[in-house]
């Protein structure tokens, strides 16, 4: 019985050691459309899904077609996005957590946004987490 449990424990340490330390990064994406309800299913306006690095990085938005022509924004599950009104995240901002808005007027939001940053919540601890 000794060996066993000495066996035991030597094989869970040994894997514990095999276990690397810096975990893969999840892969999940922000839906943007230029217009409302998500461009009626993609049939009018443009839509785009952009991949979420996982860091809170700011998307600046000047230059491309969707600089203050957004109408539909939402990021995957488990996924927080703050929009801003100004370029490099600054200015008036806005949360969105998952499934994000259809339609960005009901707040004000409707080809408002300039620049964007997205990171991943946690389930059950950050408020609005889904």
Do not use: H
Request: overall charge negative; glycine content about 10%; charged content about 20%.
């Amino acid at each position: 019985m000794r060996f066993s449990t000495l066996a035991s424990t030597v094989l869970l340490s040994a894997a514990a050691l095999a276990v690397p330390t810096k975990l893969a990064a999840r892969s999940s994406r922000v839906y943007i459309t230029s217009d409302p309800f998500w461009g009626y299913r993609e049939n009018s306006g443009f839509f785009q899904a952009f991949d979420i690095e996982g860091a809170d990085k700011c998307v600046d938005l000047k230059g491309t077609k969707f600089d203050n022509a957004i109408s539909s924004f939402g990021p995957d599950s488990g996924v927080k996005c703050i929009v801003y009104d100004g370029y490099n995240c600054t200015g008036q901002n806005e949360p969105i957590w998952y499934s994000g808005y259809a339609d960005m007027g009901w707040n004000g939001w409707d080809n408002r946004v300039s620049s964007y940053e997205c990171g991943f919540c946690t389930k059950g601890v950050d408020k609005g987490c889904l």
